[in-house]
């Protein structure tokens, strides 16, 4: 490995160790390119596979988690035992337009160049407003995923898991397998969406589409015969509690359910992480059928900003298997930008990637379709804090959009977007009460302006800067 | 509140110490600081200052910044995206304000 202090100029940065960026970088190395990936985490892995390193093969915890997740081994492996250098723990907080990216690890901030630049900076859970979300003990179902993947940590008290989709579903069982007590499952799913969904299902058994839909079946007929009390077509979540959460509250068809809980984990599907293309300016676009923002890509996950590639989640979901391809699709792309291979040659590396690509979307039109996050998510009431770090309700961002402001002057007006996590928790939901009052879908220009830091840095960090130059 | 996976807990499974408010508590290696506080029994991390209410970890992968916690004396670290090491000292509130 080249050593990343030593050496500030690379050809190609990476921002991201999930599937997307260890495929990106890996294959880069192979071609003999000098390539750094940057990660927030510990480890690689990315939130997919995360702690993957330290899973210990037949181990319960490869049981609970399943085969999708021990796949990820091989290809952390492949990345360590290439030439790609790596630097984890490490945040990115501005990029120029020139490409000098400005990095933090442990509270030391340094600058970096790239000639090219791709962000596999993924996915996060839809952020779910609904009352009491923000009481502790109230977490994503990723992050209960996060800690049984990285930690070997599960609930040992009352969970009660609400949501619906692919992850949500999994996630179930994987709390079941790991003998989790899980007090009700609220499926949010409604069931009018198979019928709406059934024009995608023709392609879905093309391609690796079968694969995972077998694997759904079995999941929902797990949970089915698990016993595990279900209520379905969930309504109305109120989260109840003073300073944690001790109960939750819904309606299931006509009837009103109030139950115990000791942790809630919510899960309303996912959405790409935009933030960093969102402040590098680059073109995005309103997806109808996922129900969120992504940046404009072509093929070669080429961003309208030259140099700046867009790989897996971030740019659209895709799943970590299409994530995976499309790393490699974004290399191949900066390896011809960067001269290092001819369009013929070019070509022939991607062919594989495209079609791998190919048969792993087949699916994804269904899942879309069966599983859209509700109107009451989208759209909240206007009691609910749809800003956690500012503490700003619907309604008052509803008031201000009546009166014809948008996210920025709301910004102003308000707060909100405006504490530590800049928007991320909130961004989507503001655009979408913009966009529901003005009667439209939303725009582009109904999400937040993002300005560098990208992540809350000191001015001591900043003044490292100086000191290494 | 969280518990470790039994089977899991194999003999090279290395433990560290750190501590919570001058409170020492064990760790697993490779608990960033958000889990191992977790598995201590805290849930509280920090308390809201525009809503001075509680708050604690939501989505555990650097995106909500409700973790934010003080470690070896540097305020509003994200728990979450820190690895937890021998001897670090973490500092959340308790019972209150803490800033």
């Known amino acids: 490995m080249t050593d990343p202090v030593t050496n500030p100029h690379?050809?190609?940065?990476?921002?991201?160790?999930?599937?997307?960026?260890?495929?990106?970088?890996?294959?880069?190395?192979?071609?003999?390119?000098?390539?750094?990936?940057?990660?927030?985490?510990?480890?690689?892995?990315?939130?997919?596979?995360?702690?993957?390193?330290?899973?210990?093969?037949?181990?319960?915890?490869?049981?609970?988690?399943?085969?999708?997740?021990?796949?990820?081994?091989?290809?952390?492996?492949?990345?360590?035992?290439?030439?790609?250098?790596?630097?984890?723990?490490?945040s990115l907080w501005h990029v120029t337009p020139k490409l000098e990216l400005f990095v933090s690890r442990g509270g030391v901030a340094e600058t970096l160049q790239a000639?090219?630049?791709?962000?596999?900076?993924?996915?996060?859970?839809?952020?779910?407003?609904?009352?009491?979300?923000?009481?502790?003990?109230?977490?994503?179902?990723?992050?209960?995923?996060?800690?049984?993947?990285?930690?070997?940590?599960?609930?040992?008290?009352?969970?009660?898991?609400?949501?619906?989709?692919?992850?949500?579903?999994?996630?179930?069982?994987?709390c079941l397998a790991a003998g989790v007590p899980i007090a009700a499952l609220l499926d949010t799913a409604k069931a009018r969406h198979m019928f709406g969904a059934i024009g995608a299902l023709p392609r879905a058994l093309t391609g690796a589409g079968p694969g995972y839909l077998s694997k759904g079946v079995k999941l929902m007929r797990a949970l089915r015969q698990s016993g595990v009390p279900t209520y379905r077509g969930v309504e109305d979540l109120q989260i109840l509690g003073e300073n944690r959460v001790s109960e939750v509250q819904f309606r299931s068809g006509k009837r009103k359910h109030r139950l115990k809980a000791g942790i809630v984990a919510l899960h309303e599907g996912v959405v790409p992480m935009v933030n960093a293309t969102r402040m590098l300016g680059c073109e995005h676009t309103w997806d109808d059928r996922q129900h969120a923002f992504h940046p404009v890509t072509d093929t070669w996950g080429a961003t309208s900003h030259a140099g700046i590639r867009v790989a897996g989640d971030a740019a659209g979901i895709v799943g970590a298997r299409g994530a995976e391809h499309q790393g490699g699709l974004a290399a191949v792309g900066a390896l011809h930008d960067l001269g290092r291979i001819d369009s013929a040659r070019r070509d022939r590396l991607a062919s594989a990637e495209m079609r791998a690509l190919e048969a792993h979307m087949t699916a994804r039109p269904l899942l879309d379709r069966l599983y859209p996050p509700r109107a009451e998510i989208k759209t909240p009431g206007d009691d609910i804090v749809v800003c956690?770090?500012?503490?700003?309700?619907?309604?008052?961002?509803?008031?201000?959009?009546?009166?014809?402001?948008?996210?920025?002057?709301?910004?102003?007006?308000?707060?909100?977007?405006?504490?530590?996590?800049?928007?991320?928790?909130?961004?989507?939901?503001?655009?979408?009460?913009?966009?529901?009052?003005?009667?439209?879908?939303?725009?582009?220009?109904?999400?937040?302006?993002?300005?560098?830091?990208?992540?809350?840095?000191?001015?001591?960090?900043?003044?490292?800067?100086?000191?290494?130059? | 509140m969280f518990t470790r996976l039994t089977q899991d807990s194999a003999a090279s499974d290395q433990t560290i110490e750190f501590t919570v408010n001058d409170r020492k508590v064990v760790a697993r290696m490779g608990d960033t600081v958000a889990a191992a506080l977790l598995a201590a029994g805290e849930m509280q991390f920090r308390i809201s200052p525009s809503a001075d209410k509680p708050r604690g970890p939501y989505c555990m992968m650097g995106v909500c910044f409700e973790c934010l916690v003080t470690i070896d004396g540097r305020a509003g670290r994200q728990a979450c995206l820190t690895a937890v090491k021998s001897g670090m000292q973490v500092i959340i509130p308790e019972g209150g304000r803490n800033d």
């Open chain 1, 10 to 90: 690379w050809d190609v940065v990476v921002i991201g160790a999930g599937p997307a960026g260890l495929a990106a970088a890996t294959l880069l190395a192979e071609q003999k390119t000098s390539v750094l990936l940057v990660d927030e985490q510990p480890e690689p892995g990315g939130q997919i596979y995360r702690g993957i390193e330290r899973l210990q093969a037949g181990s319960a915890k490869a049981h609970i988690l399943g085969e999708d997740y021990v796949y990820g081994a091989d290809l952390v492996r492949r990345f360590r035992s290439s030439a790609a250098s790596y630097r984890p723990e490490t």
């Open chain 1, 115 to 174: 000639s090219q630049l791709i962000l596999a900076t993924g996915a996060m859970e839809r952020a779910v407003p609904v009352a009491g979300w923000t009481l502790p003990g109230v977490v994503t179902a990723g992050a209960l995923q996060i800690l049984l993947k990285s930690s070997g940590l599960v609930a040992d008290q009352p969970v009660i898991l609400a949501g619906s989709g692919p992850l949500f579903y999994l996630l179930a069982t994987q």
């Open chain 1, 388 to 469: 956690r770090c500012e503490n700003v309700t619907a309604g008052a961002v509803r008031q201000l959009a009546t009166q014809g402001l948008g996210p920025n002057q709301m910004k102003a007006a308000l707060r909100c977007g405006m504490g530590p996590c800049q928007g991320r928790l909130c961004g989507d939901t503001v655009a979408q009460i913009i966009a529901d009052t003005r009667g439209t879908a939303p725009r582009p220009s109904d999400y937040y302006n993002i300005r560098a830091p990208l992540k809350p840095v000191s001015i001591g960090e900043i003044s490292t800067l100086g000191e290494r130059r």
